[in-house]
């Protein structure tokens, strides 16, 4: 049986190297995930020859991740294949690509069964659209940035700093708050899943080499985002917030941070923006920017 462990910061290191050789664009494959959302997940790692391996819990149950590493992955998926059996359940994999699911296929014909998991695809986009906001279609998107700085002339964009973190953290309780009361919620409610992963990359901020930015208006923090490079040619966009009742916020944290990140990693072409988890609001937002890549996902279960 494969011994998985809970991520630790210490594993940074040797999974980023895996990673990088992978050079997966998916978010899956991003170690500052592995790390924030393994209680969400139960999400554990191991390393088997050369490539990452992990275990987590997802829609179907208990899954794997498609090995990424170099080298020859047949042991290494015969290793998955083993680990399941001893634990007493089929070989599920899950956020495979099509590429990845069509090389399963290859080495194991006819034994696994495929369902793709719309809700799951990640989108990706040009980054320099994302910064320059040209074009016809995205002509609601500068409009919208233009009413945010006609109605907030004060407003000022800044790097995310360990002094401006608890502001960023004070910002994001403030954020739930006033989403409960727009829903009718009680103010005080767990901030779920994605409010703890939050918190834990923000308190190891610098340790995951996350990158982030912020506005504010009159000194306050009305919004940030926060992410990291995953590949060679892709950034992953993990967190944004923005008060929603600030016209414009939502678009001019986007504009403005994929402007830094153009200007830190020139090699960047794409930004992934993550997926939608099947939130009608959400797929509506991300879809708004018209995708120049979706990183299909895709589940595999062995018959």
């Not at 074009?135 to 000022?156: D, Q």
């Not at 990158?211 to 490079?229: H, P």
Request: with cysteine; charged share 30%; glycine share 6%.
């Amino acid at each position: 049986m494969i011994e998985f462990q809970k991520p630790q910061l210490t594993d940074k290191p040797w999974v980023d190297a895996l990673l990088r050789q992978a050079d997966y664009r998916g978010c899956d494959y991003s170690f500052t995930n592995l790390f924030a959302w393994s209680d969400a997940y139960d999400q554990r790692i191991a390393r088997v020859d050369d490539f990452l391996v992990a275990r987590l819990t997802a829609s179907l149950g208990p899954s794997y991740l498609y090995p990424a590493g170099s080298g020859d992955i047949l042991p290494v998926l015969q290793a998955l294949e083993e680990d399941a059996r001893e634990r007493g359940c089929p070989l599920r994999l899950a956020c495979l690509t099509p590429e990845q699911a069509e090389d399963l296929e290859a080495r194991f014909p006819g034994r696994f069964q495929f369902q793709a998991h719309r809700d799951s695809f990640d989108y990706l986009y040009d980054i320099d659209r994302l910064a320059d906001l040209g074009g016809k279609k995205l002509h609601a998107k500068r409009n919208h940035i233009n009413r945010f700085l006609e109605n907030n002339p004060s407003w000022t964009y800044e790097d995310i700093t360990p002094e401006s973190l608890p502001q960023c953290l004070e910002m994001d309780r403030e954020w739930y708050r006033r989403s409960a009361v727009r829903e009718g919620l009680a103010e005080e409610r767990d901030l779920g899943d994605e409010g703890r992963a939050l918190r834990l990359a923000m308190e190891h901020f610098q340790d995951l080499g996350l990158e982030g930015g912020l506005i504010r208006v009159y000194g306050e923090v009305v919004a940030f985002t926060m992410g990291d490079v995953i590949s060679s040619d892709t950034y992953d966009v993990h967190f944004e917030k923005a008060y929603a009742e600030l016209q414009g916020a939502y678009a001019l944290i986007n504009r403005e941070f994929a402007r830094r990140v153009r200007e830190r990693h020139p090699e960047i072409r794409y930004l992934n923006r993550e997926d939608d988890m099947g939130v009608e609001g959400l797929r509506k937002a991300k879809e708004s920017y018209y995708p120049d890549l979706m990183v299909e996902k895709y589940s595999a279960i062995q018959q």
